[in-house]
Every structure is written in structure tokens, then in C-alpha cells.
């Protein structure tokens, strides 16, 4: 999957995914912008360096929607199916994203002398090798962003390693959180 982050103008970025599996999605306009690291692209920095396979990113390149759609002749009853069973299948992944963006960002804040709001401790495990493998990695791409000019883009390859092919596996149907195997 590709996803293509692009910087419209001093207020707005737009995010957009190419594929493998699921629906097409729709090029959209992002929330949280950000000068130096808007939040659409710390989740997807800070969920490809921690391995995080169903987080926000892994569940697009799944075949899930989470807060990007289709498009209308696109939104079918497979593809609202297979998103709700991505979504069942990384809530944890969600959960831990969530924590590790925030633990990350505010510790990336920090480190360059920025804090916007004070924040109060995730409970989460981080390495701190790692954790400081993330903040390395947000300062190198906050360095690039910040140098776009408008119609500028960063655009970067989910990691197949992270990306679940759910035709080939049965976690999350139905059928198996009910003790069943569906078949």
C-alpha cells in the first residue's frame, strides 16, 4: 500500500491510498495539522517502526475503512463486512497505536523544545531503544515536511510484513469469537 501524504496549503493536508486489498478509497482532507507533524502521518511513522500490523494503517492495507471510505459505488455489503472484521480484529492494535502516537509525539515534542499541551502518561510498554528509534524517525520526516511547499508530497510503502491478508485467515469471523469455525 501506498499512502501519499500532500501538504495543500499553510491549514490542510490531504491523505491518499493506493491499495492491494479492499475498495478503492477516496483522497481526502486529513485532520490535525500540524506545521511540523501532522497526526495522520505520526500514526503512520510510529505504527510502521513499532511492528503495529492492525493499527490505523495496518487495517487500510487489510482491506479496512476505519475513517477513510470508499467510494459510494464502491461501498458494497463485502467491503462494509470486511471492514468491520478488520476493525474487530485490531481493536487491541488500535488501542496500542493510540497510546504509543501520543507517548511518541510528546516525547518528540520535547526533545525539540515544542510542547503544544501538556500530556498525561499512556499505559503503554515502549523500549526506550525504540522509543527513541520513533522520535529519531519523526524528527527526519518533521525535517522534510516542513520544507514542502504547497502541492508538495511525502509519500511512503506500507510494509508487507505488516499487512494481513484476511482471506487467509479465519480471526475475526463471526463464527470464531462464537467458538465456531466457520468454514
Known sequence: MRVTFTRVDDHRYTVAIDREHGAPLVSRFAPGFDDLMPHDLAHYLVEEH?????????QLAAGGGGIFAPAP???TLRHRRRAQRVASMGHADM???ERLVALTVATWERSVGRVKQQTTAAPVAAD???????????????G??????????????????????????HRGR??????RRVR
Not at 513499532?50 to 495496518?58: C, K, P, Q
Not at 526506550?128 to 518533521?142: K, S, W
Open 50 to 58: 513499532f511492528g503495529i500490523e492492525l493499527g490505523v494503517w495496518g
Open 73 to 75: 459505488e464502491d461501498n
Open 95 to 97: 488501542v496500542r497505536s
Open 128 to 142: 526506550p531503544d525504540a522509543l527513541r528509534g520513533a522520535v529519531r524517525r519523526l524528527d527526519e520526516v518533521a
Open 144 to 169: 522534510r515536511w516542513r520544507t514542502l511547499p504547497h502541492g508538495g508530497s511525502l509519500a511512503f510503502d506500507w510494509p508487507g510484513r505488516l499487512t494481513l491478508d484476511v482471506s487467509k485467515t
Open 174 to 179: 463471526a463464527g470464531e469469537r462464537a467458538g
